[in-house]
Nanobody, 116 residues
Framework: QVQLVESGGGLVQPGESLRLSCAASGFTFSDYTMRWYRQPPGKEREFVARMSGNGGITLYTDAVKGRFTISRDNDRNTVYLQMNSLNIDDTAVYFC?????????WGQGTQVTVSS
């Protein structure tokens, strides 16, 4: 079955960086667009970034453009989110996502807390 497992979250200060990872299994990873979402405390889950199966097409929400970079390693079935210049508004639980046969699959999430 499809499984997504995020890691790499933590507590950082404003201006610092983190790299999140999402290990995927149970499907042909390179065939699917992978997405990152986040859910800030008390708010709805929101889109952050996505990358096509071959890595050729990326899309970011405006709030992270120029600071976050999505990438993937299809040999390792892993998608990454490099987050630089983190600020307090980036505090959230971060989830990776894949859509397969019109069904959304989510990982358990990883907490990112930005605080001074």
């Amino acid at each position: 079955q499809v499984q997504l497992v995020e890691s790499g979250g933590g507590l950082v200060q404003p201006g610092e960086s983190l790299r999140l990872s999402c290990a995927a299994s149970g499907f042909t990873f390179s065939d699917y667009t992978m997405r990152w979402y986040r859910q800030p405390p008390g708010k709805e889950r929101e889109f952050v970034a996505r990358m096509s199966g071959n890595g050729g097409i990326t899309l970011y929400t405006d709030a992270v453009k120029g600071r976050f970079t999505i990438s993937r390693d299809n040999d390792r079935n892993t998608v990454y989110l490099q987050m630089n210049s983190l600020n307090i508004d980036d505090t959230a639980v971060y989830f990776c996502n894949s859509i397969r046969n019109s069904r959304n699959y989510w990982g358990q999430g990883t907490q990112v807390t930005v605080s001074s």
